[in-house]
């Protein structure tokens, strides 16, 4: 029996010469040079008893082993656990204990501290820094480079990704073999990816997008990644003439726009600019056209579903929206109430069906059901649009929909129209709990660089543009807005953080 991630993802690439990794202080790994150091990592997993099917988990810094320790797993046949770094220990208890992780990987410089969460879990604890070394490093050091590869299925599990918990705990994510082949798939098709590219990766690896969309593409095409550890604009920039695409989030693309360096003879070589995690500002799509002319593509997907719509390769990508399904993803627009389909043109809950979607929660059945409809459609908690193209709009999330005296309130309609205001640069929009009227929005807006925005003007043009029942009660200016590892706006954090605004005195 073969083991189909490995053998799509993998395996091709024994003996090859090619160059695959492309690290930040000048050194080039193959694509064999890679494999060898998988196997003799998955010698290590294997002698600590690690099995097909058991949890390995790491929170450590990105790092070429840090990848490999990924393919290790896969050719071992466990479920890989990527963590954020960022996870306290209080959030890695639960990780641990709630994955029943065989082996937890850290950094060196974290041991001791996380030793008793470890041991707590019934996890074993090795250590890997970025520098490759660590007790797995030498584990691994004098092991076979070949190992013989497990045999799994295409509906096995291969990974466990834990969403970020802002309503409850955190649910994690049960993604097979086939989710992640048919993705990796689509995308290097669809974003027309071959062996001669040459990708930029500043992104993190413990998440599906700099994990398993910019990794797996690149392993399936074949071609070559600069494998930054972080974004860092000025290494961005020394990078990008050596690249022929780049995937980021919105948050990469506003900083290198803000440096004079980046200018469209730098680009000129470029491909391929995609964006996700996040929504990319129109004024952003806009902006980097005139600067560089490339339209960024931007798409759409989430931890349960891989990847699920795109802007077009060829023809308009449209800013502001995220472009229609992926070949072999269904989506559709429903009431989230009934869950009968809406016309386009109609704002409901975003809900798709492909084997880009997940198997369901782990040790959650009744979360999963809720959540996973009996004919396999995924219910995202997303509420978008399709417009008279068939292009997908994102509206925002199901949970930050403000109801204000029993009418409805989408912030990202109100968010748009002030965006589009002199002196701004971003905004967001919150519903906070309001005596009168259940809840009403507020607007948190970030100025432009040296601007200061005139709210009078703001909230009068607002009045012109909106329903009343829809205007921001206040509008508050504020120097950021409080965003995750991939560039997402926190809006929880906002809700609680002003959540007494109109509290009685």
Not at 354 to 367: S, T
């Amino acid at each position: 029996m073969s083991n189909p991630l490995f053998d799509t993802l993998f395996a091709p690439h024994a003996g090859a010469d090619t160059p695959f990794l492309l690290t930040g202080d000048g050194d080039t790994i193959t694509h064999d040079a890679f494999l060898r150091r998988v196997a003799k990592l998955a010698h290590a997993l294997s002698g600590l008893g690690v099995e097909p099917g058991d949890r390995v988990a790491a929170q450590v810094a990105k790092s070429p082993d840090a990848l490999a320790l990924y393919a290790a797993c896969v050719q071992v046949g466990a479920v890989f656990l990527p963590l954020n770094t960022a996870y306290t220990a209080h959030e890695l208890a639960y990780f641990l204990g709630d994955s029943a992780a065989r082996v937890f990987v850290a950094d060196p410089a974290d041991a001791q501290s996380l030793a008793p969460v470890a041991a707590d879990a019934g996890a074993e604890l090795l250590t890997l820094d970025a520098r490759g070394g660590g007790t797995l490093a030498a584990l691994a050091a004098d092991r076979p480079d070949r190992f013989p590869t497990a045999p799994r299925h295409l509906h096995d599990l291969a990974a466990l990704l834990y969403t970020s918990g802002t309503t409850g705990r955190s649910k994690g994510a049960m993604l097979s073999q086939e989710n992640l082949i048919s993705n990796a798939r689509v995308l290097a098709e669809t974003w027309r990816f071959t062996d001669a590219d040459v990708l930029l990766h500043a992104l993190p690896i413990f998440h599906t997008h700099g994990l398993f969309v910019a990794t797996n593409v690149m392993l399936l095409a074949g071609g070559a990644t600069i494998f930054l550890p972080k974004f860092d604009p000025d290494a961005v920039l020394r990078a990008l003439p050596r690249a022929t695409a780049m995937m980021g989030v919105p948050t990469f693309y506003t900083r290198l726009l803000d440096a004079p360096e980046f200018t469209r003879e730098l680009v000129a070589h470029m491909r391929l600019f995609v964006s996700g995690s996040a929504p990319l500002l129109a004024e952003t799509h806009t902006r980097f056209e005139e600067r560089t002319g490339h339209r960024i593509l931007e798409r759409y997907g989430m931890t349960e579903t891989n990847m699920s719509t795109s802007n077009p390769y060829e023809g308009d990508r449209r800013a502001g929206t995220v472009g229609f399904p992926l070949p072999g993803v269904e989506l559709k627009i429903t009431d989230p109430a009934t869950g009968a389909a809406l016309d386009h043109g109609q704002i409901g809950q975003i809900e798709v069906r492909g084997p880009n979607v997940f198997l369901g929660y782990w040790r959650m059945p009744e979360k999963t059901a809720e959540e996973l409809r009996p004919d396999g459609f995924f219910q995202t908690g997303d509420l978008g649009l399709r417009d008279g193209d068939g292009y997908v709009h994102i509206v925002g999330r199901a949970k930050d929909l403000i109801i204000s005296g029993g009418y409805n309130i989408y912030p990202k309609e109100i968010e748009l129209e002030l965006d589009a205001m002199p002196g701004v640069l971003e905004s967001a929009v919150i519903g906070v709990p309001h005596p009168d009227f259940g809840e009403t929005p507020v607007a948190l807006i970030v100025p432009q660089a040296g601007a200061v925005p005139d709210l009078d003007a703001i909230a009068a043009s607002l009045r012109g543009n909106v329903a009343a029942f829809k205007l921001p009660r206040r509008l508050i200016v504020v120097d950021t807005l409080p965003r995750n590892t991939m560039g997402k706006v926190q809006k929880a954090e906002l809700r609680r953080e002003y959540a007494d605004l109109f509290a009685a005195k």
